[in-house]
């Protein structure tokens, strides 16, 4: 098991543009989250997917959304990209029905917004 | 609103000296705690969850309820140690699970 993976691993945006970060989760598991941290910051919750919907959102805006597929992968897509969104963007993955409520990460995407 | 709250940025000691990491945490209701651990160039992983009152290499948290703390601890200090530990809180069921809220970290350094 690969465990969660991420791609691309680093990538350089330019200011307006618009870019696509992918996210295959745990072999088994169901639920993704996505997560933006900034440098010297805690990760912060962008928005979580379960069933191909998105269940709960955290503080931002539009120009942030997702999708998740029927094999539960998930993209985050980030429309008219500012120099503000360049971060560290990962990607948990945990199983909605176990008693353990734990996610597992991935190694994240840097974004890079110039 | 869910805020974790980790006062140290940065926190060296000596091998074999004990460390605390300290956390607290404000919630209204019935929190999940856990603690998360970035070594260099590794994913973040989890260390440790409150409700099952576990250990992991060497590692040791209560949560406090009264105080509204989950410190982490460990009696004696080893280099491989050094590493970002974040403290991270969940609500326990309801539409919120699995959506974890992070302190801003503390780095370990663990000096030989």
């Known amino acids: 098991d690969a465990g969660v993976t991420q791609s691309p691993t680093h990538l350089i945006k330019t200011r307006g543009q618009q870019v696509t970060l992918r996210c295959s989760p745990k072999s088994g598991h169901d639920t993704v989250s996505w997560y933006q941290q900034a440098l010297g910051q805690g990760p912060q919750f962008i928005f979580q997917?379960?069933?191909?919907?998105?269940?709960q959102r955290g503080n931002f805006p539009d120009r942030f959304s997702g999708h998740q597929f029927p094999n539960y992968s998930s993209e985050l897509n980030v429309n008219a990209l500012l120099l503000g969104d360049s971060a560290l963007y990962l990607c948990?993955?945990?199983?909605?029905?176990?008693?353990?409520?734990?996610?597992?990460f991935g190694q994240g995407t840097r974004l890079t917004v110039v | 609103a869910q805020r974790v709250t980790q006062p140290e940025k940065l926190l060296s000691v000596f091998k074999g000296a004990p460390v605390e990491l300290k956390c607290n945490y404000s919630y209204s209701g019935s929190p999940e705690l856990f603690w998360y651990v970035q070594y260099s160039r590794q994913r973040l992983q989890l260390l440790l969850r409150?409700?099952s009152r576990e250990s992991i290499k060497g590692f040791t948290a209560d949560l406090n309820k009264g105080e509204t703390s989950f410190h982490l601890k460990k009696p004696f200090a080893q280099e491989e140690d050094s590493a970002m530990y974040y403290c991270?809180?969940?609500?326990?069921?309801?539409?919120?699970?699995?959506?974890?809220?992070f302190g801003q970290g503390t780095i370990l350094t663990v000096h030989p």
């Open positions: 409150h409700i």
């Open positions: 991270a809180l969940s609500n326990a069921g309801g539409t919120s699970y699995g959506k974890l809220t």
């Open positions: 997917y379960y069933e191909e919907e998105e269940r």
């Open positions: 948990a993955s945990s199983a909605q029905h176990t008693t353990a409520q734990r996610s597992f």
